[in-house]
């Protein structure tokens, strides 16, 4: 690991972007590349916003939701739950975007698919506060020390646990925190979350992260800030990096994945 000082002057220098900038082809936004195993940084692009920037991560969050409730025995992973289709909390609208799937949904269709209903529905089984020490507990408001000093860290607050569960409301994320949670969930994933994210770019909404010949996993998210701004996520991993993708967009599935699959495959290839 580098010594605080050398990261100081190595992102003064812009060194870290070098190696994944690239791939974002001028789009406004941030990534983080990580190792799996040693969680050490690999690569960051525009590390103000991957450490610096905290937002609500919308639906990238669910599998961390949905693991933290099989954890607790809340939720077992065969259980299943026809999808309503249409969500409103709080006088919004959370309609699901994935197609009628002729079949009551589980856990790993429902991470496939990103549905909202099977998420809320599921989450409101956390009693209160829970979801909130959950969220501490994978490290979403901590500082990962990729960033030194400077590296600012989510938030998590009161707020109704269907849209926590969601991305939505109650919880700030940064890039960089959202990979590192997604680490530690790696370490101790469900094997019905694992086959979830898998199923999501084989054939669910993170389809465009898919590359030729390596596995690759993971979720996205698509949310809008409370100041309007449309932001694009995808986290994902492949057996041995862990990738996060924040941009100002409107699809995680078509703007954010494409963007962490040619990371992930440069990664792959040694390119970086
Ligand atoms: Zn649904």
């Given at each position: 690991m580098l010594r605080r000082h050398a990261i100081a002057s190595l992102l003064a220098a812009g060194a870290w972007g070098k190696g994944i900038e690239r791939f974002f082809e001028g789009a406004h936004g941030a990534g983080v590349l990580v190792d799996r195993k040693t969680r050490r940084l690999i690569a960051a692009h525009a590390p103000e916003l991957a450490g610096g920037s905290a937002a609500p991560p919308g639906s990238t969050l669910k599998p961390l939701v949905l693991n933290a409730l099989l954890e607790r025995g809340r939720l077992r992973a065969g259980e299943t739950f026809p999808c309503p289709h249409d969500l409103r909390v709080g006088g919004r609208s959370f309609d699901c975007s994935h197609?009628?799937?002729?079949?009551?949904?589980?856990?790993?269709?429902?991470?496939?698919?990103?549905?909202?209903?099977?998420?809320?529905?599921y989450a409101s089984r956390?009693?209160?506060?829970?979801?909130?020490?959950?969220m501490e507990r994978w490290g979403l408001v901590s500082r990962t020390n990729w960033f030194g000093e400077r590296e600012a860290t989510g938030r998590v607050w009161n707020a109704p646990v269907e849209l926590q569960s969601l991305g939505e409301d109650g919880v700030l994320v940064t890039p960089a925190s959202l990979a590192m949670a997604y680490c530690r969930l790696l370490s101790r994933a469900a094997p019905a979350i694992l086959a979830g994210m898998a199923d999501?770019?084989?054939?669910?909404?993170?389809?465009?992260?898919?590359?030729?010949?390596?596995?690759?996993?993971?979720?996205t998210g698509s949310v809008r800030t409370p100041a309007g701004v449309y932001l694009a996520w995808f986290a994902g991993f492949t057996e041995a990096a862990v990738v996060s993708v924040m941009l100002q967009a409107k699809s995680g599935g078509g703007d954010a994945a494409p963007i962490a699959g040619r990371i992930l495959e440069a990664q792959w290839k040694g390119q970086l």
């Amino acid at each position: 690991m580098l010594r605080r000082h050398a990261i100081a002057s190595l992102l003064a220098a812009g060194a870290w972007g070098k190696g994944i900038e690239r791939f974002f082809e001028g789009a406004h936004g941030a990534g983080v590349l990580v190792d799996r195993k040693t969680r050490r940084l690999i690569a960051a692009h525009a590390p103000e916003l991957a450490g610096g920037s905290a937002a609500p991560p919308g639906s990238t969050l669910k599998p961390l939701v949905l693991n933290a409730l099989l954890e607790r025995g809340r939720l077992r992973a065969g259980e299943t739950f026809p999808c309503p289709h249409d969500l409103r909390v709080g006088g919004r609208s959370f309609d699901c975007s994935h197609p009628p799937l002729g079949a009551p949904l589980t856990v790993r269709t429902a991470i496939a698919y990103s549905c909202n209903c099977f998420v809320a529905h599921y989450a409101s089984r956390f009693h209160a506060g829970e979801l909130g020490s959950e969220m501490e507990r994978w490290g979403l408001v901590s500082r990962t020390n990729w960033f030194g000093e400077r590296e600012a860290t989510g938030r998590v607050w009161n707020a109704p646990v269907e849209l926590q569960s969601l991305g939505e409301d109650g919880v700030l994320v940064t890039p960089a925190s959202l990979a590192m949670a997604y680490c530690r969930l790696l370490s101790r994933a469900a094997p019905a979350i694992l086959a979830g994210m898998a199923d999501a770019v084989e054939f669910g909404t993170a389809q465009r992260a898919r590359v030729t010949g390596l596995t690759v996993a993971g979720k996205t998210g698509s949310v809008r800030t409370p100041a309007g701004v449309y932001l694009a996520w995808f986290a994902g991993f492949t057996e041995a990096a862990v990738v996060s993708v924040m941009l100002q967009a409107k699809s995680g599935g078509g703007d954010a994945a494409p963007i962490a699959g040619r990371i992930l495959e440069a990664q792959w290839k040694g390119q970086l």
